[in-house]
């Protein structure tokens, strides 16, 4: 046995056992670490809100205790905390494939690439469009990485109008996987955009008064499917993005974005004529975003002007214009801190609502509410309790209830009016539970980026039986956006995925926010445009080595790193590109050359795919792949790297990240003539469904054996 291993194997000998001489991990350590699951320890949170809603005055919630529920109420005039019936919820939207009128009076649905209205009193349906076929519908929900039958539209606030789009998938590529069975395989083909394709999908704006049944087309060209928001042109209960109805529903103000997100360009649609009035366009060198999560521009027809989110001067903030000329009328928001998301305009007292993160001290990433007048006057944080704040406001606004937390702190929810003040603490969560059961907290830290300037935050797990005099290996979780970060939420969790699970297993677990991800300025978004293949990799090694300056009982001799989807893309990437610091990597459902991956995503962060002239012909494949601005991402060009050990996994029924991501990735290993490990998941999605357990295990036992040199128990079970 190699001597690195002897100190630690030592110390775990109480929980090893000897078998012909071979070193085993004896499955009570698995059991003990599966206690610190997530579905293990929250049932020791108690008093926990699970459910609000707001009656004018009245807010009703739910709380939880284990298994028993709770309904309790508050009147904001009273202040007083009783036991009430919790209010039965409206399903307004009644059938998940319909998407119900305003008034609740009707619903539109697909039927044979058409779109029908529905009448919810009478259930007498007409139908609206006549024209549309097989990948020339409308109302298309295809996104390529997503896809469904519910209708893609937005409803006017009268009830009258809809407007929503037909898709043109003609002449565009499509994806094919097929089932795992006995006898015939069944093929599953759809539509799906790949970076550089000739022929995207283009949709054609339109209106449809839903009782005449007159169509009126936008006088304009095609769109390319694009948002301001997401890689999708529908939020995900179909709701048309980045289109906004004048109040009284004749006008329609929506965003067009081009196919590599550079440009976005606010218009103006008549709904009785169809024309198009141009307003305003901001155009970027890397891609436009309008929110961290969500839209934050509006439009105020009443008023004549517009709220338009930028990060022009390096950081998300508000802006008031014109509607008639576009021009600037004020800044309304400054600083080196972002708007997160505009939750409320109230256009008559001239107020916005809104969250941001980094105005106050401590972590950016906390999630505090602010209001501020339309000139940019009367800025107030309106939650400087210190923490992660989750805002659920009355129907006019007049009051709110805040739930703050943070990764050390469990929930307090406090009732506050509109300007701030606290009326009431109506609940604190209970964890005593917790640390009567051995709950581990997480460890926040911050420490310097690759530039030795900038500040990372992120969060690590330490064995309970941690000793600074022992070594424990390192393990790496890993997302590496670009919309999103490894942690990303630092508010209260009894743990994050297995992290403390992976620690009482013996290792140090680390997870960091890197440069590449949301939430900060916009240069430190934009950190690896171009290059998705950098992965904040840089960043997640340097954030490893600080730490074990001051954790030393951190062995980065020993360091491994996993990651799902996008972080399976990363985690291998850091395994082929620093195989001298990663020394093993498991990596699930990866993305891993976003040639293979839908075009919106790859289109966004990398840019438009184009071929390029470098003086190195050689290439390991049979492929015939041009040498493209695409290549510095694309893992299996790395394979010939591999020194340590690597599991691959994937399904191969995977409708989001297609598998031959991943096999590209082992045909080139193979041809390399490296050895890897790899499990393919029988007729299983992107998140391996009921077989997710045991993809955990094996990625236990794969960690313990190459990085603690130990055998893990044979076949143990996560399900039990």
């Known amino acids: 046995m190699n001597t690195k291993y002897i100190s630690l194997v030592f110390l775990l000998s109480l929980f090893i056992s000897c078998n012909n001489s071979n070193l085993e991990i004896d499955a009570s350590v698995y059991e003990k670490a599966a206690k610190h699951l ?10 926990n809100i699970v459910s609000q809603k707001w009656d004018n005055d009245v807010l009703y919630f739910k709380t939880k205790n284990d298994t028993v529920f709770k309904s309790l109420s508050i009147d904001v005039n009273q202040l007083e905390i009783k036991e009430s019936e919790f209010p039965v919820s409206d399903n307004s939207r ?65 009830s009258k109008t809809i407007t929503t789009f037909r898709q043109d998938a003609l002449g565009v590529g499509e994806m094919y996987l097929a089932t795992t069975n006995v006898g015939h395989p069944k093929l599953e083909k759809w539509k799906y955009t790949l970076p550089g394709d000739e022929k995207i999908f283009e949709i054609e704006r ?69 024309n198009i009035k141009s307003v305003y366009k901001e155009i970027t060198e ?78 950016p990433y906390h999630v505090y509410l602010y209001k501020v007048n ?42 506050k009016n509109r300007d701030g003040k606290t009326l009431k603490e109506i609940n604190r969560v209970d964890i005593s539970e917790l640390f009567n059961n051995n709950w581990q907290k997480a460890i926040e830290f911050s420490v310097k980026a690759r530039d030795n300037e900038t500040d990372l935050y992120g969060i690590m797990h330490l064995p309970s039986f941690y000793n600074e005099k022992e070594k424990y290996p390192v393990l790496n979780y890993i997302y590496p956006g670009p919309q999103a970060g490894s942690v990303r939420n630092y508010s209260f969790s009894t743990t994050r995925r297995d992290f403390q699970s992976l620690a009482e297993l013996g290792f140090v677990v680390v997870a960091v926010d890197a440069m590449g991800t949301p939430g900060r300025s916009k240069s430190f978004h934009d950190a690896y445009y171009g290059n998705m293949g950098d992965n904040g990799l840089p960043d997640n090694i340097k954030t490893i080595k600080d730490l074990s300056k001051k954790y030393k009982g951190m062995d980065i001799e020993r360091v491994g790193i996993w990651g799902h989807s996008g972080g399976g893309f990363a985690s291998t990437r850091a395994i082929l590109e620093y195989p001298d610091f990663y020394d093993v990597a498991v990596s699930s459902a990866g993305n891993h050359d976003n040639r293979n991956y839908e075009a919106d995503w790859g289109e966004k962060w990398q840019g438009l795919l184009e071929n390029i002239k470098i003086e190195d012909n050689e290439r390991s494949n049979d492929y015939d ?27 191969n029924l995977d409708n989001n990240v297609p598998p031959y991501n991943t096999l590209l990735v082992v045909d080139e290993l193979i041809k390399a003539n490296k050895d890897f490990d790899l499990i393919i998941f029988p007729n299983k999605r992107h998140g391996f469904g009921d077989q997710n357990n045991y993809f955990t295990r094996r990625k236990w036992d794969y960690f313990v054996k190459n990085l603690k040199g130990l055998e893990p128990p044979k076949n143990f079970s996560l399900d039990n």
Request: hydrophobic share 30%.
């Open 38 to 47: 997530p579905q293990n320890l929250n049932k020791f949170v108690t008093n």
């Open 94 to 158: 009644r059938n998940y494939l319909e998407y119900t009128s305003p008034d609740g009076k009707k619903s539109i649905y697909i039927k044979n690439f058409n779109l029908w209205v529905k009448d919810l009193i009478t259930n007498k349906s007409k139908q609206l469009t006549f024209n549309g076929y097989k990948d020339y519908g409308y109302g298309t929900n295809n996104a390529g990485w997503i896809k469904n039958d519910r209708p893609v539209l937005k409803w006017s606030p009268d």
């Open 206 to 274: 339109i209106f449809i008064n839903v009782n005449s049944g007159k169509i009126t087309s936008f006088k304009m060209g095609r769109d390319f499917q694009r948002s301001t928001t997401t890689d999708h042109i529908a939020d995900w209960d179909g709701t048309l993005l980045d289109a906004n109805f004048s109040k009284d529903g004749k006008k329609l103000a929506f965003i067009s974005s081009t196919r590599d997100h550079k440009e976005a360009h606010l218009q103006i649609a008549d709904i009785r004529t169809g």
């Open 286 to 363: 890397t891609y436009y975003e309008s929110g961290v999560s969500g839209e934050n521009w509006r439009v105020f027809f009443d008023t004549n002007e517009f709220l338009w989110y930028s990060e022009k001067n390096n950081w998300g903030h508000l802006y008031l214009h014109d509607l008639e000329t576009g021009n600037l009328k004020n800044r309304i928001t400054s600083g080196n801190w972002l708007v997160r998301d505009v939750l409320h305009v109230d256009e008559i007292s001239r107020e916005i609502f809104f969250t941001a993160g980094g105005k106050e001290e401590g972590n």
């Open 374 to 415: 339309f000139d940019g006057s009367g800025l107030t944080c309106l939650t400087p309790e210190e923490g992660t704040h989750t805002i659920n406001p009355s129907n006019n606004w007049n009051y709110f209830t805040t739930t703050y937390s943070s990764t050390e702190n469990p929930p307090i929810t406090l009732l």
């Open 625 to 651: 792949f041009n040498k493209t601005n695409y290549d510095n991402q694309a893992n299996q060009l790395l394979a010939k790297n591999l020194k340590g050990k690597l599991l691959l996994a994937h399904g």
